[in-house]
């Protein structure tokens, strides 16, 4: 498996460009309809993310010092990042497209002589629902009951939310202190594609947890979850923080798991709730904050879960009795 590599081993001088990294970004974002303009900067933001560094232009920066070889190697090393998440394949090579175009650019102004040659992942023929599943989840809170320490909590708070709530990973690492009222058991997070936050209720284990975190963190501004590192000590995490948390503890209990699979059981485990308690998949939609014309990507995890396909192939094949097939010598 493909590490995500460490800035430190990153070459630190600077490509003697005449224009400037901050130029090229300019150019490459100028003339962007307000939508690919956000989707670019998501893009670009996630790929500074993975090379842990402080901005976009310094990704932009490390990227273009590499040479041709170095820099293939990277964004082949993204591209597993990504698909280890767990993200969808359009995501994943709109990603990747868009580090492409950005290199592009560059080489037309000059910048570099070469291009980025690392292709697309190939289109998945159905989504994947898999999850730790409710006992795998609940020994991954285990773990972190055992630690009792100041992380500890934090990351407890954290996996409720993946997983009550079932947020994805941009919207945990975009709440601010702010977005929590916890005296009227509501957070308000800014959902996947909206412009305006959303006002979600919270159920009593969440609220004790973020009881606890908010008596570690404190009541000054700014974000919710902030890292412990000593590189990046009081700085918001960022999403690979938190894919590293759910997966350390996955590996801890035996499972291959990643923060979109928290959430993924949790929309399961709505699915289950709901068929039990006469509620419609509607309200599901609701809960998982898919949009309503999303119906069938619901249907998906009811029938994965359901597994009506090998019921009925074992219903079928149970109709005809045959006598084995002797092995011939």
Not at 131 to 155: H, N, V, Y
Not at 169 to 198: C, P, W, Y
Request: glycine residues 8%; charged residues 25%; hydrophobic residues 40%.
């Amino acid at each position: 498996m493909l590490s995500v590599p460490n800035h430190t081993s990153f070459p630190t001088h600077q490509t003697n460009d005449p224009i400037g990294i901050d130029e090229l970004l300019k150019a490459f974002l100028s003339g962007r309809s307000p939508q690919t303009l956000k989707a670019y900067r998501q893009d670009l933001t996630d790929f500074q993310l993975f090379t842990r560094t402080k901005a976009v232009e310094a990704a932009a920066r490390v990227l273009l010092s590499q040479g041709h070889g170095q820099a293939n190697l990277l964004l082949l090393k993204y591209r597993a990042h990504l698909v280890e998440r767990g993200l969808q394949s359009a995501t994943v090579n709109r990603r990747l497209a868009a580090v492409r175009s950005l290199v592009k650019l560059a080489k037309t102004l000059g910048l570099v002589d070469w291009s980025l040659d690392i292709q697309n992942v190939k289109g998945e023929a159905y989504r994947d629902t898999k999850g730790p599943g409710k006992k795998g989840f609940s020994a991954m809170l285990q773990t972190l009951a055992e630690k009792q320490t100041k992380k500890s909590i934090r990351d407890t708070a954290i996996l409720r939310l993946l997983y009550d709530l079932a947020l994805r990973t941009g919207e945990v690492v975009s709440l601010n202190f702010a977005d929590v009222e916890l005296s009227r058991k509501l957070i308000h997070v800014m959902g996947k594609g909206k412009t305006a936050k959303q006002q979600l209720s919270l159920p009593e284990p969440t609220i004790s947890v973020l009881q606890a975190w908010l008596q570690i963190r404190g009541t000054d501004a700014g974000p919710l979850f902030h890292n412990f590192d000593r590189a990046g000590k009081g700085e918001r995490l960022t999403g690979v923080s938190i894919y590293r948390i759910v997966r350390g503890l996955g590996e801890q209990n035996g499972l291959k798991t990643r923060p979109h699979g928290v959430r993924h059981t949790a929309i399961t485990e709505a699915c289950k709730v709901a068929a039990e308690n006469g509620i419609g998949l509607e309200e599901v939609l609701d809960f998982s904050r898919h949009s309503r014309k999303s119906i069938a990507v619901l249907l998906v995890y009811r029938d994965r879960e359901r597994n009506l396909q090998g019921q009925l192939a074992s219903m079928i094949a149970a109709q005809v009795v045959s006598e084995p097939v002797p092995v011939q010598n």
